[in-house]
């Protein structure tokens, strides 16, 4: 291992640092808010009027391993004629964030934990995060339930949101869990112990693909994009891999998108304004009609999620080994989420890629502070309360946390880069294969599958687009800035 590389964590840890600043973002907290968690005793978690006591139901979280912010758990009961009924919790952080609060301050100030190769800086102190106001497992906690209908094809036909009591029966991991469902390992300690556990993972997991293909069948893109993650000896990172997807990630994601649909109704219904996450139709639709036809594949000239769709089920079935590579470049030209203000009868539109109408955020009160703001809103729908934001501050919200968003994106891009310049600083002349990955006046870059890094190429790079498949050669790492340099070879 070269010298650079030996220094390992604790210089990715400054480099972080100082691109959180340089971002406008805050890598610690304040003596003020640090002032109030000392203030906080244990919790005293009590029903009231208006809050469900649903202690008793098999409710379980899936996530990573060594997740301990919780934000969700599931539980889901069959119905007659393969129907079923879903109940999502979310963590009740509002119950212990006061609006308006230094604790408030800090996460509105970042709006997002940022997750970064050598250090995660959480938006919330972990003394809540992964105490207070997470979902840990045999913990009473306070939730915002999504409760919802789902017919035997998948469909959501009814939604109601209500606040309850919840008890984490089983805290699961999402690599043990997947391969249990796909038959290809052992089940996970919690199953053997609990086989209640286990027939609520069958259920939903049949619930979840019902609604994946519904989904998918609606123009919902398939789309299997990875991002690396460090692997690390002691200090001394080893390695960069790609942080694949898997049958039970989909099952969570697939929870996800259909209780955040359901909250965006529910805040509708109430005559309430919320806080819509879009992702518009692409501008750079042509160049997806190119990249699908140097495939042998034809897109209709203006944009169509179904039939984007098609195409993406008919490259991973031809080849699931560079499909990631297809799904990275379709990521890129299709663009970047936003928030928006949607207000009651308005025709905002929606998520192209996830092909629905009303989506919101809120099922990671935790870590974005958007799922946070939209708590606050069903929570007052739900007391028949004024809403605690007016549109103007919601406007406002929408147009800080897509900006602050973007600049969590650069730094965890950012440290990625300066990984991947210690992991291939000795490797200077070696050539990879790439894909290009950006190409704008700016400057093109490409992605190598092994480290799984990004870099730009600074010679031979004219003519080049995203999508492009291409042998490169790297001339030059930096560590400090984050430069991995190639030439087209």
């Not at 939604?159 to 996970?188: E, F, Q």
């Not at 999620?305 to 990275?328: C, E, G, I």
Request: a negative charge; glycine letters at 6%; hydrophobic letters at 45%.
């Amino acid at each position: 291992m070269s010298p650079k590389a030996s220094a390992g964590r604790e210089t990715l840890r400054a480099i972080a640092r100082r691109a959180m600043v340089e971002r406008g973002l805050l890598p610690d907290f304040s003596p003020a808010v640090l002032a109030e968690i000392s203030a906080l005793g244990e919790r005293v978690v009590e029903t009231g009027p208006g809050i469900r006591d649903l202690r008793d139901l098999a409710w379980m979280s899936i996530d990573n391993d060594d997740t301990r912010d919780l934000d969700q758990l599931s539980v889901a009961e069959p119905l007659a004629g393969g129907a079923a009924k879903l109940l999502v919790a979310i963590a009740d952080v509002d119950a212990t964030v006061a609006e308006g609060s230094a604790i408030d301050g800090h996460a509105r100030a970042n709006t997002t934990s940022v997750y970064t190769v050598a250090e995660i800086f959480p938006m919330l102190p972990e003394r809540l995060s992964t105490d207070l106001t997470s979902l840990g497992e045999a913990r009473d906690r306070l939730a915002v339930v999504v409760e919802m209908a789902v017919d035997p094809h998948g469909a959501v036909t009814a939604s109601h949101v209500y606040r309850a009591l919840v008890r984490n029966r089983a805290k699961l991991a999402y690599d043990s869990v997947a391969a249990w469902l796909d038959g290809s390992g052992a089940a996970p300690e919690p199953l053997e112990a609990l086989p209640a556990i286990a027939d609520q993972l069958r259920l939903q997991a049949q619930i979840a693909r019902a609604m994946k293909d519904l989904r998918h069948d609606r123009g919902a893109l398939t789309l299997e994009t990875t991002e690396a993650r460090g692997v690390f000896d002691g200090n001394l990172l080893a390695d960069l891999r790609p942080d694949l997807k898997n049958s039970a990630k989909e099952l969570i994601e697939d929870f996800m998108i259909a209780a955040n649909a359901a909250t965006a109704q529910h805040l509708e219904r109430h005559g309430f304004p919320s806080l819509r996450r879009v992702l518009r139709t692409p501008e750079r639709w042509d160049r997806i009609v190119g990249l699908a036809a140097a495939f042998g594949e034809r897109l209709p000239a203006e944009p169509s999620a179904p039939a984007l769709q098609r195409f993406l089920a008919r490259r991973r079935a031809a080849d699931p080994l560079r499909f990631a590579d297809v799904s990275l470049s379709v990521v890129k030209l299709l663009g970047s989420g936003e928030y928006a203000v949607e207000l009651p009868g308005g025709s905002l539109e929606g998520h192209f890629g996830l092909a629905v109408g009303d989506y919101t955020h809120s099922t990671a009160p935790n870590r974005r502070f958007p799922d946070l703001a939209t708590q606050r809103l069903v929570k007052a729908a739900i007391a028949s309360s004024p809403s605690p934001y007016t549109v103007d501050q919601l406007t406002e919200l929408a147009r800080h946390c897509t900006l602050q968003e973007d600049n969590a994106t650069k730094v965890e891009r950012r440290v990625r880069k300066s990984a991947a310049a210690l992991l291939l600083a000795p490797r200077v002349g070696q050539k990879f294969e790439a894909i290009v990955t950006g190409a704008s006046p700016k400057g093109t870059w490409v992605r190598i599958l092994h480290p799984a890094a990004e870099g730009r190429v600074v010679r031979g790079e004219h003519g080049l687009d995203v999508g492009d498949q291409v042998r490169v050669e790297l001339v030059h790492t930096d560590v400090e800035r984050g430069f991995v340099d190639f030439a087209r070879a």
